[in-house]
């Protein structure tokens, strides 16, 4: 009993020594590192998301053709020149040259520029449904990083109970407290909760890459971590209220909107370009002189002018009007079932949350501190030799599941909450 006291004094003071190295190393490695915060994330994936940069040229690319739109027919000038071909005749030469320009008839212009000034419009409410879908899956996105790091922290914790276990148990053993068997069961054990440790490290790092990637990051310079952790974001709706919301709010419902006057400018083209255009021509022609001793004749100047009036036997063909007539039909039934499309997934969204919201709640009442308890008391029972080992370990599995799956389902209610807003077309995540 002596020897075992005098081992445990000796050796007491140099693990407490290890420890608070190990401690002070582990406090100068957290300090250098870089955290990336969730307002900090958001902007980089406004600013700098490669997609969400290609999109913005649609904008661009619709702003050149609403330009484009905008122009008038060009003028065409033509000049010719004839001679006869046996000089010897001395027949002259004469010169020629006409200027003509089409006139559009029927409002074909300003039918072209409402079309391009829609289509831009509804290429703006595309790009910022786009954005609205980037922003929800960037967030679920950040919610899987701060997941991925609460499980390591589960696991790292965890680890280094069933290690510290397991050298108190290598302890014992050598005292001759417990078995060897004992003493293998606790080491194996710790190794197999490294491995797993191991695991959780990769998935964090894999959430942490892709987190890189919806920030444009192309030279994937990872942060060593992110701030906030998850938490339980309870939230209060009336689904009526959030349906009407979600039909004033949402952008792809605007799109919609914008398709249909789309639909309705483009039957208005196709209606003014069965118009006739005239085409209207002013020129003048210069003939030298005659020196034929037949058919002499003098130098002389001479002006024209004409109308051309295109003879429109292509109107009674009405495919063109009728299919653009169809097409503006079809887009008002897809406003329809948009409209239809956007209560239903705000009706599931919200179910889900309350789904989600509830199963939180649950492990509030309690669970957690019931399985700490449980594994704490256990842990005790068996240093002091009043229970098995596998006891203990099946006391701290169940406390692992249990942190597991509570981390698990505030991801959920955190993700369901996104889906919520998503689907209403609002944004109202906000995260320390």
């Known amino acids: 009993m002596t020897n075992k006291i005098y081992f445990l004094k000796s050796f007491l003071p140099a693990v407490l020594c290890l420890l608070a190295l190990t401690a ?11 955290i990336l915060t969730f307002n900090e994330y958001m902007e980089n994936v406004k600013k700098s998301n490669i997609d969400y940069l290609a999109e913005k040229y649609n904008v661009d690319i619709a702003d050149a053709a609403v330009k484009a739109s905008k122009v008038f027919p060009d003028p065409e000038l033509s000049v010719s020149y004839a ?37 831009k419009e509804m290429t703006e409410a ?30 790292r914790s965890s680890y280094q109970q069933m290690a510290g276990l397991a050298r108190a148990d290598s302890i014992r053993f ?39 990637l919806l920030q444009g990051n192309v030279n994937v310079e990872l942060a060593d971590s992110i701030g906030g952790n998850l938490g339980y974001y309870e939230r209060q709706f009336d689904l009526p209220a959030l349906i009407v919301e979600a039909q004033n709010n949402r952008a792809d419902l605007q799109a919609a909107l914008k398709s249909n006057e789309v639909s309705q400018n483009n039957l208005r083209l196709a209606k003014a370009n069965r118009a006739i255009d005239l085409g209207i021509s002013i020129g003048g022609t210069y003939s030298s002189i005659v020196r034929n001793e037949i058919a002499p004749a003098p130098a002389f100047k001479g002006i ?19 299919a653009a007539q169809f097409a503006a039909e079809q887009q008002e039934r897809q406003y329809e079932a948009i409209q239809l499309q956007i209560s239903t997934e705000v009706v599931q969204a919200y179910h889900q949350y309350l789904t989600a919201r509830r199963q939180v709640e649950q492990f509030n009442t309690g669970l957690l501190q019931e399985a700490e308890t449980i594994f704490q008391k256990k842990k005790y029972s068996y240093e002091r030799g009043e229970t098995s080992i596998l006891e203990v370990l099946n006391a701290q599995r169940t406390h ?14 955190a993700a369901a909450l996104v889906e919520l807003e998503r689907a209403c077309g609002i944004w109202d995540i906000e995260m320390d």
């Not at 051309?308 to 063109?320: A, H, M, R, V, Y």
């Open 304 to 322: 024209m002018a004409g109308v051309s009036i295109p003879l429109k036997f292509s109107n009674t063909n009405k495919g063109e009007l009728r």
């Open 400 to 413: 692992n599941e249990v942190q597991v799956s509570y981390n698990e389902t505030l991801f959920t209610c």
């Open 24 to 34: 002070h190393a582990q406090e100068k490695h957290e300090a250098g590192k870089r």
């Open 83 to 119: 001679n006869n071909q046996n000089w010897n005749l001395e027949m002259g030469y004469s010169v020629d040259a006409e200027l003509s320009y089409t006139l559009e008839l029927g409002g074909k212009r300003k039918a072209r520029i409402r079309l391009a000034q829609s289509e």
């Open 174 to 212: 050598r005292l001759g407290d417990i078995t060897e068997v004992d003493a293998l069961q606790s080491r194996l054990e710790a190794a197999t909760m490294l491995n797993d440790l191991y695991e959780s490290e990769s998935q964090l790092h894999d959430a942490l890459v892709q987190l890189a």
């Open 126 to 155: 595309l790009l910022e449904d786009y954005f609205r879908n980037l922003r929800a899956d960037a967030t679920i996105a950040y919610f899987e990083a701060l997941k991925q790091k609460s499980l390591l922290e589960i696991q």
